[in-house]
C-alpha cells in the first residue's frame, strides 16, 4: 500500500474507530449480523457485496475489510430521507439495488428513521417520526432529500402534512440539524424537469434552499451504488469526498458516459446509427447521430449500468439524454438530434449563437474529442453565414 493510500487507510479506521463509541448516543434495536442471518445472507454474500463497494467507489482492495465495517456500522448514523417535487425514481433504484440486496437492508431494516414511501407509519405518525429523529439525533443523522423544491411565492404549490409546513421548510429545518447533506437525483440536485422552462413552481435544488453545503448525486435516477456509495465514503472517511464543480463525487462523476461506452468502437470506426430500427441499429453501432449525449455528460452507468447491472439506455438502444447535467431538460433536448445540431449554452458555456465558426469547432473538440460534432456545429455555422 503507497503512503497516500496509507494514510486514507489510517484516516478510516480511526473514523470507524469513532463512529463505534456513538452506541451510548445513537442506539439501534437492530444488529446488521442478525439482520443479514434472518434473510438468508452468508457472510461470504456480504463480503462480496464489500468487494463490489469498494471497486465502485475507486479503493484498493485492501479497504475491502473496512467498507464492510462501515456498512456494519451504518445502522448506528439515522437517515432522515425527504421526498419533494419528485417521481419517487430515486428511491426505487436504491430499492432495486443488487442482490444480495445489503444497501437496501442497510436502509430499509436499520438506520433509514424517515422514508415516506418504505415506512410503515402514516399521515400525523409520520410527520411524528420525522421531527422525533431530527431532535433526538441533531447533529448526527444524514439527511437525504429527493425531489425539487418549489421557492419563494410558490413554496406553497408543495404543501406537506397536517400542519401545512412547504416542502422548503421541511428542507431547511431537516438540513439545519443534518451532519451532511445529499441531494439524491437531478431533481434535487439541480431542478430536474421541474425547474425546466418555464418552471411555474420556481422549482429550486436542494443546495439554493439551505445554506450549508450540499452533495449532489444527480441521474434520473442515479444508479443505486452511486447512493450508497457516497454515504460509505462519508462513514469511512466522516468527510465529503472529492467533488467536481457541480458538487458531484468524482469517484461517480469523474468520467464522461463516452470515455467508457461500449460502443465507443463503432463511434471511432464512424459506424453511427443513422436512425432508429435500421442496420446499423442492429449491430449496435454508436447513437450519435440519433441524439447521444454521451460526449457531454459525467457519470458512470456505462461502468456500473442498472437493475442488477443488466442493461443500461445506450445497451437498450436509445441514446444518453444527459439526465446528471445541470438544466439538462433544457440543455439536452430534443434528446434523438446530436447536440452539434443546436447552437446553445450548455453546461461548458462553450457553444452559443454568437460564436464564430472556428470558436465551435475548437470549443467542441477541446470538450469531446469530437470530430463530427465540430463538423455539424462549423457546417450550421456556415449555412446560417450564407
Avoid at 497516500?4 to 437492530?30: F, H, M, S, T, V
Avoid at 439527511?143 to 416542502?167: K, N, R
Avoid at 454568437?354 to 463530427?372: H, Q
Wanted: hydrophobic fraction near 35%; aromatic fraction near 8%.
Amino acid at each position: 500500500m503507497d503512503n497516500q493510500n496509507n494514510q486514507a487507510y489510517e484516516k478510516a479506521l480511526n473514523r470507524l474507530n469513532e463512529i463505534e463509541r456513538l452506541p451510548n448516543k445513537i442506539d439501534n434495536k437492530n444488529d446488521i449480523k442478525d439482520i443479514l442471518e434472518n434473510n438468508g445472507i452468508s457472510r461470504r454474500d456480504f463480503m462480496k457485496w464489500a468487494a463490489a463497494m469498494t471497486a465502485t467507489l475507486a479503493l484498493p482492495s485492501s479497504f475491502i475489510p473496512l467498507t464492510a465495517r462501515a456498512a456494519e456500522l451504518a445502522g448506528r448514523l439515522p437517515v432522515v430521507w425527504l421526498h419533494m417535487a419528485e417521481c419517487t425514481g430515486c428511491s426505487e433504484s436504491l430499492l432495486r439495488s443488487d442482490a444480495p440486496s445489503i444497501d437496501s437492508l442497510i436502509f430499509d431494516y436499520i438506520s433509514l428513521e424517515y422514508h415516506e414511501t418504505v415506512m410503515a407509519a402514516s399521515g400525523w405518525q409520520a410527520e411524528q417520526n420525522a421531527h422525533n429523529a431530527m431532535k433526538k439525533y441533531k447533529g448526527d443523522y444524514i439527511l437525504m432529500v429527493e425531489g425539487g423544491i418549489p421557492s419563494g411565492q410558490s413554496e406553497f404549490y408543495l404543501t406537506i402534512g397536517a400542519h401545512g409546513q412547504t416542502g422548503a421548510q421541511n428542507a431547511r429545518e431537516a438540513a439545519e440539524g443534518a451532519k451532511v447533506i445529499f441531494a439524491i437525483g437531478t431533481c434535487s440536485s439541480f431542478g430536474g424537469v421541474q425547474a425546466a422552462n418555464p418552471n411555474p413552481t420556481n422549482a429550486m435544488p436542494l443546495s439554493k434552499v439551505t445554506k450549508k453545503p450540499v452533495i449532489n448525486v444527480p441521474g434520473c435516477p442515479p444508479s443505486e451504488k452511486n447512493i450508497v456509495g457516497s454515504v460509505l465514503h462519508f462513514i469511512l472517511f466522516g468527510t465529503r469526498p472529492s467533488l467536481d464543480a457541480y458538487n458531484r463525487p468524482t469517484w461517480a462523476y469523474g468520467h464522461r458516459i463516452h470515455d467508457l461506452c461500449e460502443r465507443r468502437g463503432h463511434f471511432d470506426a464512424g459506424e453511427f446509427v443513422q436512425s432508429f430500427g435500421d442496420e446499423g441499429a442492429e449491430n449496435g453501432y454508436c447513437l450519435y447521430k440519433v441524439g447521444c449525449k454521451g460526449p457531454y455528460t459525467f457519470n458512470n452507468c456505462s461502468r456500473l449500468g442498472f437493475n442488477q447491472h443488466t442493461s443500461w439506455p445506450i445497451r437498450a438502444g436509445h441514446g444518453c439524454i444527459g439526465c446528471s447535467e445541470p438544466n439538462f431538460w433544457d440543455t439536452m433536448s430534443p434528446f434523438e438530434e446530436p447536440l452539434a445540431n443546436k447552437l446553445y449554452a450548455t453546461s461548458f458555456n462553450g457553444i452559443g449563437a454568437d460564436k464564430t465558426a472556428d470558436t465551435v469547432g475548437v470549443v467542441l473538440l477541446s470538450a469531446t474529442a469530437i470530430g463530427i460534432a465540430a463538423h455539424a456545429a462549423i457546417s450550421a455555422v456556415t449555412k446560417n453565414k450564407e
